[in-house]
């Protein structure tokens, strides 16, 4: 189940990347023609991505950590069970981790794109 939400999650990333790539190419080549190199504006997605993944992460891990708790003192409260110590497991470090590398993936196309794009053609086009 995890993996398939992770690759949802991926291609999630990769179609938003991919509509903001199509949707400020007049922008991306404007930074161009004022003197940016291909690779800073390839790179601009990539930490666009960098920074949605990151982001997502730490919402994740922090909506986890706190719905266990609060279900925690649910249960201790309503049943007199108790969950025991709710703090970091041994492989929850994984999880940014694991978003960052996936991000980087999902971004990679979007990024390529960005990197080819046709000055010339774009800022001539009418809109």
Known sequence: FGIVLLIAAGLSVWVA???AVRAR???LAMLRMLGAP???VAALIA???LLLAALAA??????????VALLEQLLAERQSLRLGTLG???AEWLVPLMAVGL???AAAWPAWRA????VTTLLQAPR
């Open 17 to 19: 990347l991919l509509h």
């Open 58 to 67: 730490v919402l994740g891990l922090a909506a986890g950590h706190g719905l």
């Open 47 to 49: 930490l666009e991505a």
């Open 115 to 118: 990197y080819r794009l046709d």
């Open 103 to 105: 991000a980087l993936i």
């Open 25 to 27: 190419q007049g922008d």
């Open 38 to 40: 291909a690779h800073r």
């Open 88 to 90: 970091l497991s041994d």
